[in-house]
């Protein structure tokens, strides 16, 4: 049978050893939380800033709930010219709910950030009803 190796694990036993990134192997794990109270601002297209990232962060999973809201509301998770990085529009309805973020391939777990970088949702359908709330938290590793 055959043996594969991660990329990392072929650095680090490599002769010489390749360094490997903080990041991924022996990085510390940070979450950062955000609590939002919508307002008239939560109407399709707009964008809701919920944290900031530094540069270099691995972003490994996230969470995001809301409160009961308005039917055929959607939300979407990314940054500013990637507003569906993270999370696609995943519809939020008129009941109260909760999705994982950043947590597959196809959602870019394992994203590692070259800037900082502010986490966005940005809400789509109906308008949001005013006064819902939208917590959450993003896992990441750095240094």
């Known amino acids: 049978m055959a043996t594969y190796s991660s990329s990392q694990y072929a650095n680090y036993t490599a002769t010489p050893a390749t360094l490997v990134k903080p ?16 307002s008239a ?3 399709s297209g707009d964008t809701i800033n919920l944290t900031t990232l530094p540069k270099g962060a691995r972003v490994i999973a996230g969470r995001i709930a809301w409160a009961a809201n308005a039917a055929s509301t959607t939300i979407s998770v990314g940054y500013t010219g990637a507003a569906t990085r993270y999370l696609g529009a995943t519809a939020v309805g008129a009941s109260a709910g909760a999705a994982d973020f ?17 986490l966005v949702a940005t809400p789509g359908g109906a308008t949001w009803t005013a006064g819902t709330s939208i917590l959450g938290y993003v896992e990441y590793v750095i240094d």
Do not use: Q
Not at 23 to 38: C, D, H, K, S, W
């Open 23 to 38: 990041n991924e192997l022996g990085g510390r794990g940070r979450i950062a939380y955000f609590a939002v109270t919508t």
């Open 102 to 118: 950043a947590n597959t391939v196809a959602l870019n777990f394992g994203d590692e950030l070259t800037a900082i970088t502010v």
């Open 41 to 43: 601002f939560a109407s």
